[in-house]
């Protein structure tokens, strides 16, 4: 009832910088929560980032001070700006949304597709 449409990956260099977003669309829906994920070949998804309808956010420590999350409400969108990238960075991310559907009823997660972010050094 969700769908998550991500855009702004790419290949970019060590130290450089990188946006990307989200935009949810859907019916009978109040967005809780968004956020972005990653995955790295062979290692568990982790979040990256998340930020609350009431504007709270949250940071891996790994990305504290180089990630920007934030959304626009009147767009359901978040985006991810991230600065001072590191190869360490480079995996698929992926968009995430905790939402209250209101048919049937229910708080479910949905992701995006994923978007590849490859860091080169």
């Known amino acids: 009832q969700v769908q998550l449409v991500e855009s702004g990956g790419g290949l970019v260099q060590a130290g450089g910088s990188l946006r990307l977003s989200c935009a949810a669309a859907?019916?009978?829906?109040?967005?809780?929560?968004m956020g972005w994920y990653r995955q790295a070949p062979g290692k568990q998804r982790e979040l990256v980032a998340s930020?609350?309808?009431?504007?709270?956010?949250n940071y891996a420590d790994s990305v504290k001070g180089r990630f920007t999350i934030s959304r626009d409400g009147a767009k359901n969108t978040v985006y991810l700006q991230m600065n001072s990238l590191k190869p360490e960075d480079t995996a698929v991310y992926y968009c995430?949304?905790?939402?209250?559907?209101?048919?049937?009823?229910?708080?479910?997660?949905?992701w995006g597709q994923g978007t590849q972010v490859t860091v080169s050094s």
């Open positions: 930020i609350t309808r009431g504007g709270s956010t």
């Open positions: 995430n949304t905790e939402a209250f559907i209101r048919v049937p009823d229910a708080t479910r997660a949905y």
């Open positions: 859907g019916r009978f829906f109040t967005i809780n929560s």
